[in-house]
């Protein structure tokens, strides 16, 4: 039975997730969502009600789970060669996060200069143990991205006890209602929209 997966993007980078070349991916932070989900499962992302940011209510992007791999996985399939990230690129380039990879099983882990490394590139131990405690990616080649500019959750999407699929504050949610699933999936369906369609929030302040 497919579940829904649902939390707050606090920071709306392009990072993580990551909604670019075609496949939504999580591969890095949320290690609680990449251990638990499923393949079927949504994953549902939230504005942020920081008092910087006022996108709470309105949905950043809801991925379905079509695919799950290691780091080691990610890293060699030529699927996501374009998510490997380069700092010096566009900010499409920069914020890749394909970044973990290892001479062997059992070698240390190494990190590819991302927004998860020291700001001189070098490897950063507080994300590199915390991201890699769960060697586990979520992709999604069905998925709906807005970013910064996503609509707003409607009111009736609520399970039966009443808490409302949008998150909001900290942590995660998880639901298992079936009923709940079903309209989410003929909320995201009656877009008729699907893959990237806006840019993430981080970058509409740049633009201010």
């Excluded at 606090?10 to 499923?38: E, M, Q, V, W």
């Amino acid at each position: 039975m497919a579940r829904i997966h649902s939390y707050v993007v606090r920071y709306d980078s392009g990072f993580a997730p990551n909604p670019f070349y075609g496949y939504c991916t999580l591969a890095t932070c949320k290690p609680n969502i990449r251990k638990g989900a499923d393949i079927g499962d949504w994953v549902v992302g939230s504005g942020s009600n920081d008092r910087n940011v006022r996108r709470g209510g309105h949905l950043v992007y809801a991925m379905r789970v079509t695919e799950t791999m290691t780091f080691d996985e990610y890293g060699v399939d030529p699927r996501f060669e374009s998510k490997k990230p380069y700092r010096n690129g566009s900010r499409k380039q920069s914020c890749g996060d394909n970044i973990y990879f290892r001479a062997t099983p059992a070698a240390a882990w190494k990190q590819r200069d991302s927004f998860h490394s020291r700001p001189d590139g070098s490897l950063n131990p507080d994300h590199v143990t915390r991201d890699t405690s769960v060697n586990r990616v979520l992709v999604s080649n069905d998925f709906v991205y807005f970013g910064g500019e996503g609509p707003e959750f409607p009111e009736e999407l609520k399970d039966q006890q009443g808490r409302p699929l949008c998150k909001a504050g900290i942590g995660l949610t998880t639901f298992k209602d079936p009923k709940l699933v079903q309209n989410l999936e003929i909320w995201i369906r009656g877009l008729a929209l699907s893959g990237y369609q806006g840019a993430p929030f981080e970058w509409l302040t740049l633009r201010r």
